[in-house]
């Protein structure tokens, strides 16, 4: 019994100009989504969806989780930035050190992602969507290893990594410290659903595993809202 990943969902103001934001970046197909919002759908090995749902809260303090981008050379690099400040973008200062050589942008929203400099090692076998790099501890990504059944990649200082056996991004947390939560809730968040249906038995294992229910109170439509031993929220919903 595992859950599988079904999308990454971002809470947005305007969930089509972000979307469409982000399809022209990814180069992913735009669908209305039968829950609500917009989705695209991967062009890739990338696995699952992402999400675009209204929200009426605007973003405050850096997301807990970014996508890590990457080129095969410096002229990849250097179009993937301008097509996305050509799409709304920005570039935004995250503390990055100027020799780093990656470039920190966000979307129209502020949802902040890198676009990754070539020869990056850890990266050389991942697509364009080389990773999802989270803020979280080594317990977090051991919970997220048994959550999909995904082997760990990475385990090293504290910080963790792991992947799909089918491949598409990595999983990343880089261990302390924590980013405080800012907002009522940590976005973007992961939705995922039980392999074999049983919703009330894969709440029990990740329960188990370190998970715990959250309350989010009246409006909320479609499956349990849980959090990570790290207090990441995630929906465990029906396929």
């Avoid at 019994?1 to 990814?26: E, N």
């Avoid at 990504?141 to 991004?169: H, M, N």
Wanted: hydrophobic residues 40%.
């Amino acid at each position: 019994m595992t859950s599988r990943l079904l999308a990454l969902s971002f809470p947005a103001l305007d969930p089509t100009v972000v979307a469409t934001f982000w399809s022209g970046v990814l180069g992913w197909e735009l669908a209305d989504d039968p829950i609500e919002g917009v989705r695209l759908l991967p062009a890739d090995d990338t696995g699952f969806l992402l999400r675009f749902v209204p929200t009426q809260e605007a973003k405050s303090g850096p997301n807990h989780i970014h996508f890590d981008l990457t080129s095969s050379s410096p002229d990849e690099q250097h179009s993937t930035v301008v097509r996305a400040l050509t799409l709304g973008g920005r570039h935004v200062d995250v503390g990055q050190l100027p020799e780093e050589g990656h470039v920190v942008l966000a979307d129209p929203e502020g949802n902040e992602f890198c676009v990754i400099e070539p020869g990056n090692n850890f990266l050389a076998d991942c697509g364009f969507v080389g990773a999802l790099s989270g803020d979280g501890s080594q317990a977090c990504g051991y919970f997220w290893a048994k959550a999909l059944d995904w082997p760990l990649v990475w385990d090293q200082d504290e910080e963790t990594a792991i992947r799909s056996p089918q491949g598409g991004p990595k999983l990343t947390w880089g261990g302390p410290p924590l980013v405080p939560k800012e907002g009522s809730t940590y976005r973007p968040h992961f939705d995922l659903a039980p392999v074999d249906g049983d919703l009330t038995a894969e709440v029990a294992r990740l329960e188990a595993l370190g998970a715990s229910r959250v309350d989010v109170g009246p409006g909320h439509v479609g499956g349990v809202v849980m959090a990570d031993p790290d207090g990441h929220e995630f929906c465990l919903q029906e396929a």
